[in-house]
């Protein structure tokens, strides 16, 4: 045996030192966090792990000390001196975790400790086989346990500090405490070491033969090897936790998350159907016996579709915000708002009679009404509201929902703008409305819908100078259909830009004909009528052109009419689609002009040939001053930028005596002629 073996067992045995107390307080602070059901699991193998790596490390030290003398060692006391080492350990990681930091659990835990690896190293030594002659030198081995009881103060006391947290920093004072831990205990070590006396000097006769350095470092080797590989388990676990750690908190937020979207709208924050189901349900239930009277409005924006389709959708989101801010002033403490649909709203209200009810949808009315601003814009629109009643209407939630949405589509069929109370008489109706709107994609295969022309005629000659084109469904239940019934309702489900195109192909193919006939000898433009849905088609231009050549009438002969809204929900697109057709000599007329939002300076900038003034302003003509005023305005800036004015809905002489003295081109209505099948025009283009 040479020096250099020696030194390098006490370096080994230091570092399987340092590395058994890095792995004791890393053990500790794993112990003290585990739940309950993995704890004694941490707690059995970190003492295992714990046990051994301070076991070992008395091994080697102690073989380290005695190796310039040959010695063996016997097993029994060898295997007792792991288990007391096991059981100390074990001990101490209880300790950690159990029990709170303060000095009396120290020192006792300390003592208890220390006593036990100092009985560690006695049952140790005892294990060399000495025959009669190992003596302890009391005093110095009452330093040695005094040396162990306080190294075990120390080190109870730095895993006390270090059990919370796995961060870098805590990581760092840990290896720092696990190197003054591991001289601590090889100084207790060596102390008891040195405390012992051996009567004779050469044990080589008990010598089992076994090579002592090959065993030393075997013993060194398995349990660093051990050491460094629970090491790295822990780091693993302690990986892996903060995984699920961070796992559990996100899938606990998207849970959270999920469960609020389930019960809310995204948009406005407020309660969404499911969870007024719920509430109405509640309220029933609540109600069980007593008089219970309640109400559910059902609130719907007019017209949210055209601020989406002619502001943009950014606008009616914001739109949306602010009507539901206005709902929510006149609402009471305890009603409750919450939001079915895009732009359908609902308020529950516990009335004390049926006045009140319609006292809340009054109000609603009212404060929707005025205008609202969003930015670069103000907005008129107004609600619909159907109120139905529990328990007149309906005793259940779904039958509630139901009688007020029906309620509302029977305001909206009615002008708008007001409110209802739910009629058994509406039920026929709504029927009547879900039958229409299942039969029209049938009705364009059938070929159902018809084409009915209304002429324009020219104010100072009297002769017919265009034609407008309006829809009909010749319904096989309903009869003639008008399309102020299903033209909404093809809106909504898309099918307007196939029937669109259907009544272009019915109009271009119609004036065909009347140019065939000889009926046209000059262009008599038949005019149609665009939704704003159409006019975003991106293929807009390409498929009218199309059309023309089809029927290879020329492009002058079509006027396409487009609402004012139409056209401002991107007026720079529009203007870019216009300047199109009219350079291909298509020609755009605004129809229903006056209603709509436009502004006036985009009308300069929109190339248009044609200006309808809405039926509105004409009806009153004759006795409303204002309307007079409105429309001779209408008139004069309408020539200055060189457009054509037509005139709607004119149904008595008078209205046209002030028209034609205001200088207005057309004029259009019943006073002339109704909207009419194409065979009755034959028959006045054929007369004039
Ligand atoms: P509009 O474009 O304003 O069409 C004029 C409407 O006023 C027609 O109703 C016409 O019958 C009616 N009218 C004409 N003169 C008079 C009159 O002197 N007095 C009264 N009270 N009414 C008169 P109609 O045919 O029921 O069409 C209603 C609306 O349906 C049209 O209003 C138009 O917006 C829409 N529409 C009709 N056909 C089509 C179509 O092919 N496509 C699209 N997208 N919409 C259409
Ligand atoms: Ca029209
Ligand atoms: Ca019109």
């Not at 162990?148 to 405490?177: E, N, P, Q, Y």
């Not at 051996?198 to 076994?210: E, I, Q, R, V, Y």
């Not at 602010?322 to 409750?336: C, E, H, K, S, Y």
């Not at 489900?493 to 195109?501: F, K, Q, R, T």
Request: hydrophobic fraction near 50%; glycine fraction near 8%; include cysteine.
């Amino acid at each position: 045996m040479n020096d250099n073996s020696i030194l390098a067992l006490y370096l080994l045995s230091f570092v399987v030192a340092v590395l058994a107390s890095y792995l004791a307080l890393m053990l500790a602070a794993r112990v003290s966090r585990a739940r309950s059901g993995q704890a004694l699991a941490w707690l059995i193998g970190g003492g295992i792990t714990m046990g051994t790596g301070i076991w070992s490390m008395h091994f080697i030290g102690m073989l380290a000390f005695y190796l310039p003398i040959k010695v063996s060692y016997s097993f029994k006391e060898t295997l007792l001196s792991w288990l007391v080492a096991i059981v100390v350990s074990c001990f101490a990681l209880f300790l950690v975790k159990g029990t709170r930091r303060n000095r009396h659990n120290l020192v006792l835990g300390g003592i208890i400790i220390g006593a036990g690896l100092s009985a560690m190293n006695c049952v140790g030594m005892a294990a060399i086989k000495v025959g009669p002659g190992l003596r302890y030198d009391p005093a110095l081995f009452v330093a040695s346990v005094a040396v162990t009881i306080v190294g075990a103060i120390v080190a109870l006391w730095l895993a006390f500090r270090l059990r919370g947290g796995d961060a870098w920093h805590t990581r760092l004072t840990r290896f720092s405490a696990a190197i003054i831990m591991g001289l601590a205990i090889m100084g207790m070590q060596f102390t008891n070491m040195a405390a012992s006396r051996f009567s004779t000097p050469s044990l080589s006769a008990f010598n089992d033969g076994m090579d002592h350095n090959w065993l030393a470092f075997s013993v060194a080797g398995l349990s660093l090897t051990i050491l460094a590989f629970i090491l790295l388990l822990s780091f693993i676990d302690i990986r892996s936790r903060r995984y699920a750690d961070a796992l559990r908190l996100s899938l606990k937020t998207v849970h959270s998350k999920l469960a609020y979207l389930g019960t809310h709208d995204a948009l406005t924050s407020l309660p969404n159907r499911s969870l007024v189901n719920k509430k109405i349900t509640e309220i029933i239930d609540a109600a069980e016996g007593k008089a219970i009277l309640f109400a559910v409005l059902h609130i719907n924006i007019d017209r949210l579709k055209t601020v989406n389709e002619s502001l943009g959708r950014a606008a009616g989101d914001q739109l949306l915000n602010a009507f539901v801010l206005r709902i929510r002033q006149t609402l009471r403490p305890g009603d409750m708002l919450a939001r079915l649909s895009g732009d359908d709203f609902v308020v529950l209200a516990v009335v004390g009679q049926v006045e009140d009810a319609a006292g809340i949808a009054e109000n609603l009315i009212e404060i929707l009404g005025r205008p609202l601003h969003v930015p670069s814009h103000e907005i008129h629109v107004t609600a619909s509201i159907g109120i139905s009643l529990f328990p007149n209407n309906g005793t259940t939630a779904e039958s509630l929902l139901a009688t007020s949405d029906i309620a509302m589509s029977h305001v909206k069929q009615h002008g708008r703008n007001n409110y209802h109370f739910f009629t058994s008489e509406m039920h026929a109706r709504n029927r009547d409305r879900i039958n229409l709107e299942s039969g029209l994609r049938p009705a364009l295969r059938e070929n159902e819908f018809r084409m009915f022309y209304q002429p324009k005629v020219d104010i100072r000659s009297g002769r017919i100078v265009g034609l407008e084109g309006l829809l009909r469904w010749k319904h096989p239940e309903y009869g003639l259909v008008s399309p102020t019934r299903f033209i909404p309702l093809a809106e909504e489900s898309g099918l307007i830009v196939a029937i669109g195109d259907w009544v272009m192909e019915a109009a271009c193919q119609q004036s065909r004909q009347w140019q065939d006939k000889g009926l046209m000898p000059d262009i008599i433009p038949i005019a149609i009528n665009l939704s704003a849905h159409q006019f975003l088609q991106r293929d807009l231009v390409d498929s009218t052109i199309a059309v023309l050549k089809r029927h290879a009438i020329p492009p002058a002969s079509l006027i396409l009419e487009l609402t004012e809204g139409s056209l401002m929900g991107n007026p720079e697109n529009a203007i870019d689609v216009l300047r199109e057709l009219t350079r291909l000599g298509i020609h755009v007329s605004i129809d229903d002009f006056g209603t709509g939002y436009s502004s006036l300076s985009y009308l300069r900038r929109f190339p248009l040939s044609e200006i309808k003034i809405d039926r509105s302003f004409v009806q009153s003509l004759e006795n409303n001053l204002e309307d007079r005023a409105i429309v001779r305005a209408i008139v004069t800036l309408a020539h200055s930028l060189q457009l054509t004015v037509v005139a709607e809905g004119v149904t008595k002489v008078e209205q046209l005596r002030f028209l034609r003295q205001i200088g207005c081109d057309q004029y259009q209505g019943f006073l002339f002629s109704e909207p009419v099948p194409a065979d009755i025009i034959s028959g006045m283009l054929a007369s004039q």
